[in-house]
Nanobody
Framework: QLQASGGGLVQAGGSLRLSCAAS????????MGWFRQAPGKEREFVAA????????NYGDSVKGRFTISRDNAKNTVYLQMSSLSPEDTAVYYC???????????????????WGQGTQVTVSS
């Protein structure tokens, strides 16, 4: 349903791009985005893109460093991550919200579909 790719190991200050392609039941999602979870920490909202009005929303810790974009024709969302730090190390989950909203939800409970997660590790 959600196929994420692009995770890996990168040095601090580097960049990575994550991709997530939706298919099946998730294909016509209104909002696609990302959450992350580091060991021993709460799940955290990263960013999401609402195709209804092309609005985006970012978690406070990634604003100005991460950029989310979306190819509606391919139903794929991208997360360009720059100026990475060890604090960005986490498993990143692609998520889908199929509810028609005029905003981007930040609560994990709003997203009914979750991908399998891709590991991002930033070394110092």
């Amino acid at each position: 349903q959600l196929q994420a790719s692009g995770g890996g190991l990168v040095q601090a200050g580097g960049s990575l791009r994550l991709s997530c392609a939706a298919s099946g039941d998730t294909f016509h999602a209104y909002t696609m985005g990302w959450f992350r979870q580091a060991p021993g920490k709460e799940r955290e909202f990263v960013a999401a893109f609402n195709r209804i009005n092309s609005i985006t929303n970012y978690g406070d810790s990634v604003k100005g460093r991460f950029t989310i974009s979306r190819d509606n024709a391919k139903n794929t969302v991208y997360l360009q991550m720059s100026s990475l730090s060890p604090e960005d190390t986490a498993v990143y989950y692609c998520v889908v919200d199929r509810v028609r909203r005029m905003y981007v939800a930040r609560m994990s409970s709003s997203y009914e579909f979750w991908g399998q997660g891709t590991q991002v590790t930033v070394s110092s």
